[in-house]
């Protein structure tokens, strides 16, 4: 892959575990969470209308929507029952040093 399609996007420790914390690309909204240390990356907002998951509530690795309370996977973007009809994007994450990366295809 190449190295050009990582992005550096957030300080690493900015992030502490529990917490997730939305970013801005461009035109993109990424969120990007700290489960037990693990840096995750998804889109930021949500697929049933328009909210940023970033602003609702991280449970274990499950994400729920401050809107209608739509419930997503972290890991996977899997949504997880109504209203989520469609998944959430995932993104490829590394941390250089305390660069949190993410690739975009
Ligand atoms: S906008 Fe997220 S559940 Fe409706």
């Not at 930021?44 to 419930?71: M, Y």
């Not at 109504?82 to 990366?101: A, E, F, S």
Request: proline letters at 5%; glycine letters at 12%; charged letters at 25%.
């Amino acid at each position: 892959m190449a190295e050009e399609n990582w992005v550096s996007v957030a300080k690493r420790s900015a992030i502490n575990p529990g917490d997730v914390l939305g970013v801005r690309l461009g035109e993109r909204e990424i969120a990007l969470y700290n489960l037990d240390g693990e840096i995750y990356a998804t889109d930021n907002l949500c697929t049933h209308a328009f909210a940023l998951l970033s602003q609702g509530w991280l449970d274990g690795e499950t994400i729920e929507c401050p809107l209608h309370g739509g419930r997503f996977e972290v890991k996977t973007g899997k949504g997880l029952g109504p209203p989520i009809n469609d998944d959430l994007k995932t993104y490829p994450v590394r941390v250089i040093g305390d660069d949190v990366q993410i690739r975009f295809e």
